[in-house]
């Protein structure tokens, strides 16, 4: 079974339109930590967000929020008024305590087109 | 700060040679590298856990003497892919452990290209 579950494969929007990327995770770890990451065309990962298991505080930087909810094994990521250059493949990822943080697991992505 | 490079960026082999990718942690020494592979409109998928000094350990179902590691110093790693052929066609991303750093940190590179004809 899939450890992190990115149901939507493919999501388009028109610009300035709010959209939510939905991951859920599973592990038996009391600790871990969950990640997101965004890897536009050119291939290159970049780091969104790093959140460990005991602050489920949401948090929210400029355009970009997102909920962490333990009760549902949840990590969903929300852009808000999203724009063309949020076109990219968003990763939702966990490592665990259990490797040592060693191996992060990526969920399978979420294409995220934003139409002008 | 927390930058890591790879080369080449992107490269072309003919079937049976062999091609040496090489990851650089440039503003840090990093105790322990990693090596993902990402075919196309898929996930990064972990091949292997390198830390310096010793012997690279693979995941399951990579084979490591068609995947050779070697992590020679605190701020170099290369994998070697032999004998390459087509299906090893990928996208290969490293990332880097920090000395010192948290355990969760990694930090990845911005990935090499692997087209085998």
């Known amino acids: 079974a899939q450890k992190v579950t990115q149901a939507q494969t493919e999501i388009s929007v028109v610009e300035k339109e709010d959209v939510t990327l939905d991951c859920v995770y599973e592990?038996?770890?009391?600790?871990?930590?969950l990640f997101w990451y965004k890897q536009p065309p050119s291939g290159e990962l970049v780091f969104l967000i790093r959140?460990?298991?005991?602050?489920?505080q949401n948090e929210i930087s400029g355009r970009y929020s997102w909920n962490f909810q333990k009760s549902t094994s949840s990590f969903n990521f929300t852009i808000t008024a999203s724009q063309v250059v949020d076109s990219a493949v968003y990763f939702c990822?966990?490592?665990?305590?259990?490797?040592?943080?060693?191996?992060?697991?990526f969920g399978p992505g979420t294409s995220l087109s934003v139409i002008p | 700060g927390a930058v890591v490079s790879q080369h080449p960026s992107w490269v072309i082999c003919k079937s049976g040679t062999s091609v040496k990718i090489e990851c650089r942690s440039l503003?840090?020494?990093?105790?322990?590298m990693f090596w993902y592979r990402q075919f196309p409109k898929q996930s990064l998928m972990l091949m292997a856990t390198?830390?310096?000094?010793?012997?690279?350990?693979?995941e399951q179902g990579v084979e490591k003497d068609k995947f050779l590691i070697n992590h020679a110093s605190l701020t170099l790693s290369t994998l070697t892919v032999t004998s390459a052929h087509p299906e090893d066609s990928s996208f290969y991303i490293c990332?880097?452990?920090?000395?010192?750093?948290?355990?969760?940190?990694?930090?990845f590179g911005p990935g090499t290209r692997l087209t085998v004809t």
């Open positions: 503003d840090f020494q990093a105790t322990t």
């Open positions: 959140r460990n298991s005991f602050d489920e």
């Open positions: 592990t038996r770890d009391t600790t871990y930590y």
């Open positions: 390198s830390n310096e000094g010793s012997k690279a350990t693979y």
């Open positions: 990822a966990l490592s665990e305590a259990e490797t040592s943080y060693d191996k992060v697991i």
């Open positions: 990332s880097a452990r920090p000395v010192g750093g948290g355990r969760y940190e990694q930090y």
